[in-house]
């Protein structure tokens, strides 16, 4: 079965930065790296709202209010993703999920919570 586990959530300060990595399994190295994968957020008494994505050959796409401080990268050889988060403000407090499609379904992870606070 496919699953994804986040990892690197963590209570930090205004302007602090933090890693999000994401492992896969349950995939062959060749289905994760054709695969778009993408982290999302969830603030209490919010939606869920997509941050930013990755296609397979690299092409990435940012929420606006993330551009320039976040940057999403993947690593097909150890199928894991990352979220490099730079510059983290307290609107950036929220639960951090990971998802992938493969093979026509959508899997997320159990999500990893981030947050900025002084």
């Known amino acids: 079965q496919v699953q994804l586990v986040e990892s690197g959530g963590d209570l930090v300060q205004p302007g602090g930065s933090l890693r999000l990595s994401c492992v896969v399994s349950g995939v062959s190295r060749s289905i994760f790296s054709i695969g778009a994968m993408g982290w999302s957020r969830q603030a209490p008494g919010k939606q869920r709202e997509l941050v930013a994505t990755i296609t397979g050959d690299g092409s990435t796409n940012y929420e606006e209010g993330v551009k320039g401080r976040f940057t999403i990268s993947r690593d097909n050889v150890k199928n894991t993703m990352y979220l490099q988060m730079n510059s983290l403000r307290t609107e950036d407090t929220a639960v951090y999920y990971c998802?992938?499609?493969?093979?026509?379904?959508?899997?997320w992870g159990q999500g990893t919570q981030v947050t900025v606070s002084s």
């Open positions: 998802h992938t499609g493969v093979r026509g379904l959508a899997y």
